[in-house]
């Protein structure tokens, strides 16, 4: 578990940073980091999870379903961060 804290640490303070600066620009409205990262993480995570499963329904298309939910989980996030 040291192990993870220690590379995840230095990543979070950068996005931290990058997140303070842009918002202070004007850019971005702020969200905390760790909010940021778990969604990115549960918006991803989950496609993997869930392809084996949607597999089965009709005609699937794992590389087209891949390449859709790319540029939505984009959007999404995008959709979090505007002012």
């Known amino acids: 578990m040291n192990i993870i804290k220690e590379k995840a640490t230095p990543v979070f303070k950068s996005l931290k940073r990058e997140i ?3 918002v202070s620009k004007g850019t971005i409205r702020y969200i905390d ?4 990262l778990l969604t990115m993480l549960c ?6 999870i869930s392809a084996p499963a ?3 329904i ?3 298309d794992i590389k087209q379903f ?6 939505l989980n984009v959007e999404i996030i995008l959709n ?3 002012v």
Request: aromatic share 10%; glycine share 10%; net charge negative.
């Open 58 to 60: 009709g005609n699937f």
């Open 54 to 56: 949607l597999s089965g």
């Open 66 to 71: 891949l390449e859709h939910r790319k540029q």
């Open 20 to 22: 303070d600066m842009e």
């Open 33 to 36: 980091p760790q909010d940021l």
């Open 80 to 82: 979090q961060l505007k």
């Open 43 to 48: 918006l991803n995570g989950f496609i993997f």
